[in-house]
Each structure stands twice: as C-alpha cells, then as structure tokens.
C-alpha cells in the first residue's frame, strides 16, 4: 500500500509568518495600556459590568467568609475542655493531700491550753451576739441549769427563739461542745474546743491535747453558756440541721421542721 502525501495549499500563510503576526498583535495590544485596560480589552462585555454589581450587591454588606464550625469540631473542643477539667481536678487534689499532710504534721504540736484564748475570744464574741454577760464555764465549779421554771432567771434573758435563731448563724470555732447524742457510741461525751469546722465535720481538741474529728450527721451537741456566777445555759444542736459551712449559713433561711431521728 502506498500512503498518499497530503496535500498543502501553497496559497495558506506559512507557518513562521502566523506566529510572528500574533506576537506583534499581542504587543499592540499592551504597548501604551495599564493593566484594567488589558483586563476589559481580553474579557467578553457581560464580565466588564460586574463593578455595576457589586457596588450594588456587595458593597457595605457583611459578607460570611468563613464556613460555621462543624459539629465534629464542637465534640473536640468539648472534649479538649473535658481532659482540661479532669486536669484541673487533679492539680486541685494533689494541693489539697499535701496541704492535708502539713496540717496532720502542725496538728501533733496541738495543745489545749494554746486554744483557751481563742475560747475566751468566743465567749466574748456570744456575749455581743446575744445580748448577755457570759463567763468562761470552768469545770471545777458547780453550776445550776436554767430551765422553766426558774421564771426569775428567764427574765433577763432574751426571748429563747431569738437566742436560738442567732445560735443558728453563729460561728463555733474557739466553742467548747460535747457530744450528748451519736449513733457511733464511742464519741459520746468527747468535749473540746473546736478547732476547724467544715460542711460535715466539727474538729475538736480534747484536754488530753487529741484531735478528734467528729461528724455532725446522726449526733447531737450540747453546748453551755454560763451567764452569772453559777448559773447555765445549756442548748442542744442537732447535727443533721447544722450540715453547712459557717459562711453559708449566715446568708441562709431555715425553715423550723420536726426533728425525731438521730
């Protein structure tokens, strides 16, 4: 088989010359223009109109760049604030159990005669609260218990349910409390000053220089306030309805409820 050449007209612009044609072309076109000049004279008529537009479309509007944050990138960052929480929580306990060995450690150079100023302190403190000139109650000497009947006595005291409400809301570090009343049967009659108090517990330090650290749920106080030479007052706190800090319990309103179990 024989392949036929193809056939060329001789009358076509050679190659050579066409490509030198629209080199000149193109350097006519952007010798002695500026580049928007360029820009129009290359793009169709629909797209040189598009200023018209977006002055008027887009000009002073707020426009949404970027893409809203996708779901999945929330559950990261929840659970980014999840590992930091838990990391938190973790420096927080660390600082509590060594600030919770130093206090141990001070806790064994504890004495009770150290914290008998402190107690005349709060009595001096019950003193303004309640309107009465209370005394250091010392153990050596026989008191007699206000009650009832002693109608003369009750005279000069304040009426009982303003006496209680105010107990309610007073502070008990530097008080001297017994314990009356407890489900645990080995912290009966313990009684000291009290050192620290916190939402469950009452710190105490008996005479014997001990710390003991007693609950308020399921155990009852009882506290004495002596007010003349020989004479008591002797209240009762029921540990279930003191279950606050001090702090909250100042700006807190109790409501008076029945009170039967331990």
């Avoid at 024989?2 to 072309?25: A, C, F, G, N, V």
């Avoid at 504890?110 to 109650?137: A, Q, V």
Wanted: net charge positive; glycine share 4%; charged share 30%.
């Amino acid at each position: 088989m024989s392949i036929e050449p193809q056939s060329q007209d001789i009358y076509s612009e050679p190659k050579i010359l066409k490509k030198k044609r629209k080199k000149d072309e193109s350097k006519d076109l952007i010798v002695g223009k500026n580049t928007t000049e360029i820009i129009h004279s290359i793009l169709p008529d629909n797209i040189k109109q598009l200023n018209k537009n977006l002055d008027q479309k887009v000009f002073r509007r707020h426009l949404l760049l970027n893409k809203n944050k996708s779901k999945q990138n929330s559950c990261d960052n929840k659970g980014k604030n999840e590992i930091d929480l838990e990391s938190k929580q973790r420096i927080r306990r660390k600082k509590y159990l060594e600030l919770e060995k130093i206090i141990k450690q001070e806790q064994k150079s504890w004495k009770y005669e150290n914290f008998i100023p402190l107690h005349s302190l709060w009595i001096g403190y019950m003193s303004e609260l309640l309107g009465l000139n209370l005394m250091i109650n010392s153990s050596t000497s026989s008191n007699e218990i206000v009650s009832e009947e002693s109608s003369n006595d009750l005279k000069e005291i304040p009426p009982i349910v303003n006496i209680q409400s105010k107990l309610l809301k007073a502070d008990y570090h530097g008080s001297v409390l017994s314990v009356c009343r407890s489900k645990n049967p080995s912290l009966i009659d313990l009684k000291g000053i009290v050192v620290q108090e916190t939402q469950e517990t009452f710190k105490l330090i008996t005479v014997n220089d001990s710390v003991k650290c007693i609950p308020k749920k399921h155990t009852v106080f009882k506290l004495e306030l002596k007010f003349q030479l020989n004479k008591l007052l002797v209240f009762e706190i029921y540990g279930n309805q003191f279950c606050f800090k001090s702090t909250d319990r100042v700006g807190k309103k109790f409501k008076t409820k029945a009170f039967v179990e331990l």
